[in-house]
């Protein structure tokens, strides 16, 4: 729902997504299996939100199922590493806060 994960906290923290129907400002909220996350309605015609749904391909994500017309997602399970497709590298993130 945006460009990258600082814009993601960004709409969280201005209250344009919902989690079951609940507005939620806090971007650590966890999300668990079964929630559908969400757009508010007012927030469905931002820019930024729309830009960033432009091609998204879902289908690459085989733990969320998305609805376009509402603009929600639902968390179907909890993927393991194997599944999440960006090229993270863990042991770099753990090195950084272990200083």
């Not at 400002?25 to 930024?48: C, D, Q, T, Y």
Request: charged share 25%; no cysteine; glycine share 6%.
């Amino acid at each position: 729902m945006a460009p990258t994960r600082a814009a993601a906290r960004q709409l969280v923290s201005h209250r344009h997504i919902t989690v079951d129907g609940k507005v939620v400002n806090i971007p650590s909220f966890e999300v668990k299996p079964g929630m559908v996350v969400a757009v508010r309605e007012k927030a469905k015609s931002l820019e930024v939100i729309n830009e960033s749904l432009q091609g998204f391909n879902h289908a690459k994500y085989g733990w969320l199922q998305w609805n376009e017309a509402d603009k929600a997602g639902k968390l179907l399970n909890v993927p393991a590493r194997a599944e999440i497709p960006e090229n993270i590298k863990e042991q770099l993130i753990v090195e950084l806060y272990s200083k």
